[in-house]
């Protein structure tokens, strides 16, 4: 019998990547739930407001998925609206679990670097690491994460998974990695252009593949003890240069300047995490080089941005 797995916020580039990833094994019927669809094709989509509990009781109700990999929310400019997207959204799709008679699916909670806040270049952040959370964000995706151990407690089966900075085909230039490639492919469009803007690049950041973190959010629903929180990371440190520099050879015009800003607030210095819990419970490993995940966010910009890059 094909396993059903749901996706919440199946239209941002994490749910998009990570239907495909699910999708091309051919052995699960993957449904994706959002206010809008995909861009792809690569599930069965849904309109559903994950606000409303008994819109969500009744689809859970219809559907029983046995994984659910919860991935709504994100950063959004207005705070309310972004405490709504994260906060509210994974209570409400917890409680509908808990309502429905003898259902009982495996649940990932998708959380974000963000919530350790500045651990002021401690060696290596683990799960039990904690820093100054000062962004709206990360205080956020914090409270998110509480409210997802809560239900835990509650026994409802949940993992939460702690991704750290993504580059990769599909990631969105609201990342570093995305941002860099969207400047660098626009430069590249422009004959007299030969200068990218990449903002002040002082930091030192952990980047997996977009394609190892799905591989990873699926290995964390068969491997991932409920009630646990998981770094998904690739345990490097790269510094914003290394990752611009990389891009920058696999450019295809030559003699693109880097041009940094050094008044830009560069944010928290150094945030390189530990995945050894990750690799302990599930054997996962990542698989993508740098050098490759930056070459290939290169191609997915020129194949699918188009002409112009305002």
């Known amino acids: 019998m094909r396993r059903k797995i749901l996706i919440t916020g199946v239209s941002g580039c994490i749910g998009q990547a990570l239907a495909g990833h699910l999708a091309s094994s051919g052995k699960d019927r993957v449904l994706g739930v959002d206010m809008k669809p995909p861009a792809g094709s690569t599930c069965e989509f849904f309109t559903l407001d994950l606000l409303d509990q008994a819109k969500v009781t009744v689809f859970l109700q219809r559907q029983r998925p046995q994984w659910i990999f919860h991935l709504a929310g994100g950063r959004l400019a207005d705070p309310a609206a972004m405490f709504q997207a994260n906060v509210l959204t ?38 039990r690491t904690s820093g100054d959370v000062k962004g709206v964000y990360g205080r956020c995706k914090a409270i998110q994460t509480r409210t997802a151990l809560y239900f835990a407690s509650l026994g409802v089966d949940v993992v939460v998974a702690r991704l750290f900075n993504m580059v990769g085909p599909g990631v969105i230039p609201a990342t570093a990695g995305g941002k860099y490639a969207q400047e660098i492919v626009r430069v590249e469009r422009h004959p007299s252009a030969h200068e990218a803007c990449v903002g002040n690049l002082r930091a ?107």
């Not at 917890?94 to 401690?122: F, M, N, W």
């Not at 990750?278 to 993508?288: H, S």
Request: hydrophobic content about 40%.
């Open 204 to 310: 030192v950041r952990d980047f997996l593949d977009i394609r190892d973190i799905c591989a990873a959010l699926g290995a964390l629903a068969t491997g991932g003890r409920s009630g646990e929180v998981y770094n998904v990371c690739s345990q490097r440190g790269v510094a914003m240069r290394c990752l611009v520099a990389q891009m920058l050879k696999a450019s295809v015009k030559s003699g693109i300047k880097a041009r940094e800003d050094l008044q830009q607030d560069p944010g928290v210095l150094v945030a390189v995490g530990s995945c050894a819990k990750l690799k302990k419970a599930t054997g996962w490993r990542p698989r993508y080089s740098l050098r490759d995940s930056a070459a290939d966010t290169l191609a997915w910009y020129r194949a699918n941005v188009r002409e112009g890059l305002d």
């Open 90 to 127: 994974t209570q409400v799709l917890l409680q509908a679990i808990c309502a429905v008679k003898g259902y009982r699916p495996r649940v990932v909670s998708v959380g974000t670097a963000a919530e350790y806040g500045d651990c002021h270049g401690r060696a290596l952040i683990t799960e």
